[in-house]
């Protein structure tokens, strides 16, 4: 059974801590917004497709937010606390930071579940979910991607352009198609109108041009080919039009849950390149939802605070140790990438060197050690590249 004091401190951190994911949830969510709505307005796509896209973002960027927010709204709440001297008042009463860890451990492991969970089910499924329905949208609309009276080279070695795009997009009007995909002799192919036609069981796209012609210039200069059609199909890369996807018919290691990562890796005939990312991959699902963990130990030294003043100081210190934490994390996960350090020191040295920090601070906070807050923040400040001279 919880204390009234635990209880007491669980409903500081809980309403922070909801805001808090709401609003960095969302923050995040704006960067897709704009492209989500032209699809919608512009473009014609449905609104439950494009509530199923929001849908999908949101568990990649949960495990992100998550600890985040865990991190701030522990100082958020013990931060008040310690303003208003009722930390003292708990001191005085026996109660220790060992005590006061009790009900933000409780926090921090479900916060750990919950990103657990999203890390490593949610997200791979998302994604892999996401890169279908983009496939689907693709196939339905013509001007999913493409754009009218502009260039589009989304497809590999082919240059588009459509004169005019209906806002049904069923069709283009006006297509002129540059095909340099084979040999030394591009082919600038001029139609009246074009269509696309999906074949969902291979996975891949046709452009079919109507009343059109295909014009073919030499190398040399010399010899010009033309050929009039009534209808001209090219077959059109539709993995390289997803730009931010990569191929559609086989999953990523992003895209695999912890299972699949695991029997991928017995594969014996397996690249050491595709065998250190899929071991990152799987040691990124579980160090980045044990940073909750991380961040609970951390948060109480750092929320307790000795002085009253500055208030907002705490949430300052909060979002440097984020920074730090997720530079160090990013750091390490390109050092593995290049092969210059193995992909467990790569993924958990953060949160061995974050917990460390955190149990010697929280031990010199057992023993009414004073934490120089304004020199926890300027060595965070030194971490950062040039962070001295921006003052």
Request: hydrophobic fraction near 50%; charged fraction near 20%.
């Amino acid at each position: 059974m919880l204390k009234i004091i635990d209880r007491y401190i669980l409903r500081e951190i809980t309403f922070p801590f909801f805001m808090i994911v709401f609003v960095l949830t969302f923050v995040l969510l704006m960067g897709k917004i704009l492209q989500l709505m032209d699809l919608m307005i512009n473009k014609g796509v449905s609104f439950f497709d494009i509530s199923r896209l929001f849908l999908y973002l949101m568990p990649s960027f949960l495990v992100f937010t998550i600890p985040i927010s865990l991190l701030v709204s522990i100082l958020i709440g013990l931060g008040r606390l310690s303003g208003d001297n009722e930390i003292t008042i708990f001191k005085a009463s026996g109660i220790s930071p060992y005590k006061i860890l009790y009900p933000i451990t409780i926090a921090s492991f479900i916060a750990f579940v919950i990103t657990a969970v999203v890390s490593l089910y949610l997200v791979p499924h998302s994604k892999f979910a996401t890169k279908n329905l983009l496939f689907a949208v693709a196939k339905k609309k013509a001007s999913v991607g493409i754009k009218e009276k502009v260039f589009n080279d989304d497809f590999k070695g082919i240059l588009l352009y459509a004169e005019n795009i209906p806002v049904h997009g069923n069709f283009m009007e006006g297509v002129i198609v540059s095909d340099a995909r084979f040999g030394r002799e591009p082919n600038t192919i001029i139609a009246q109108r074009a269509y696309l036609v999906s074949d969902p069981g291979q996975l891949s796209v046709t452009l079919r041009l109507e009343k059109g012609s295909t014009h073919t210039v030499d190398t040399n200069l010399k010899n010009y080919r033309k050929m009039d059609f009534g209808v001209y199909d090219v077959n059109l890369d539709i993995e390289s039009s997803l730009a931010e996807e990569k191929k559609a018919r086989t999953k990523t290691s992003a895209e695999m849950t912890f299972s699949e990562i695991a029997e991928k890796l017995r594969a014996i005939s397996l690249k050491a390149t595709d065998s250190r990312e899929l071991i990152l991959e799987l040691n990124r699902k579980i160090a980045v939802p044990f940073a909750c963990l991380v961040f609970g130990i951390l948060g109480v030294p750092l929320g307790i605070r000795s002085h009253r003043a500055v208030k907002s100081r705490g949430f300052t210190v909060g979002l440097f140790t984020v920074l730090i934490y997720y530079l160090l994390r990013i750091g390490g996960e390109a050092l593995v990438e290049t092969g210059r350090l193995s992909p467990f020191i790569g993924s958990w040295a953060p949160n061995v060197i974050f917990l460390t920090v955190g149990i010697y601070l929280l031990i010199r906070t057992a023993q009414d050690k004073a934490i120089d807050i304004s020199s926890f923040t300027a060595f965070l400040k030194k971490l950062i590249p040039g962070g001295e001279q921006k003052r």
